[in-house]
C-alpha cells in the first residue's frame, strides 16, 4: 500500500485547488502511472481526469437504468433496424431525457440540455463529438460520428425531436460526412 497526495481540482473546475491524500494499492498507483505516460500527462491530471468523468458519468448518464453494449454488437443490431423503426426510437428522445432530468431535478430547458445532456453524453458514451456556439439567443449545436451514415441520421432525427420539445425554431439543419448542424433561434 502506498500514500499518494495529490492536489486536485474542485469540482466546479476553477483555478482553486485542495490537497488531498489517498491511500492507494501499489498496483493501482502502477497502473495509473503507466496511463499518465501513455497519454503524456502528469498523474494528478490523469486522476482529476479519471475522477471528473466517472462524477459526470454517475450523475448524469447512469441517472437512469443504462446499458453498456461494446460497440460491435450495438452496431449488429442497429444495422438491422429499418428507417420507420429508427424514427421510432429516436422520437423517444425528450421523453428519456425529460425523466432524466426530473431524477437530477434539473431545469428542463435548451441550455441545460446542451450542458448536461448533449455535451454529457457526447464525452462519455461516444455517440458523437459535441461542438457548440451561441451568441444572444441564436445557437449553432454541431454533432460529429464516426459511426456510418446510418447512426448520423438517427443522432439528427433524435437531436432533432429533443430540440422540437422546447420553444424554438430551427432556422437550418443538415448532414454532411456524418457532422450533424443545427442552427437554433430560442424564443
Not at 495509473?32 to 505516460?37: R, S
Not at 490523469?46 to 450523475?59: A, Q
Not at 454541431?142 to 430540440?163: D, N
Amino acid at each position: 500500500m502506498c500514500t499518494v497526495s495529490y492536489e486536485l481540482e474542485t469540482a466546479d473546475m476553477v483555478p482553486s485547488t485542495n490537497r488531498v491524500t489517498l491511500r492507494l494499492p501499489n498496483e493501482v498507483l502502477n497502473v495509473l502511472k503507466k496511463e499518465a505516460q501513455r497519454k503524456d500527462l502528469p498523474l494528478n491530471a490523469l486522476v482529476t481526469k479519471f475522477l471528473y468523468k466517472i462524477v459526470s458519468f454517475d450523475m448524469n448518464i447512469q441517472a437512469m437504468p443504462t446499458i453498456m453494449i461494446h460497440e460491435f454488437l450495438f452496431s449488429k443490431m442497429f444495422d438491422d433496424l429499418n428507417e420507420s423503426k429508427l424514427e421510432k426510437i429516436a422520437s423517444e428522445g425528450p421523453r428519456i431525457v425529460k425523466k432524466m432530468f426530473a431524477v437530477l431535478g434539473l431545469r428542463y430547458d435548451l441550455d441545460q440540455v446542451i450542458s448536461n445532456y448533449f455535451e454529457t453524453t457526447g464525452k462519455y458514451c461516444r455517440w458523437y463529438t459535441f461542438k457548440h456556439e451561441v451568441h444572444h439567443n441564436h445557437y449553432r449545436l454541431v454533432f460529429e460520428t464516426q459511426l456510418g451514415p446510418k447512426w448520423a441520421k438517427f443522432v439528427k432525427t433524435y437531436v432533432k425531436s429533443i430540440l422540437e420539445s422546447f420553444v424554438i425554431t430551427i432556422d437550418d439543419e443538415s448532414v454532411n460526412d456524418n457532422i450533424i448542424v443545427f442552427e437554433v433561434t430560442r424564443q
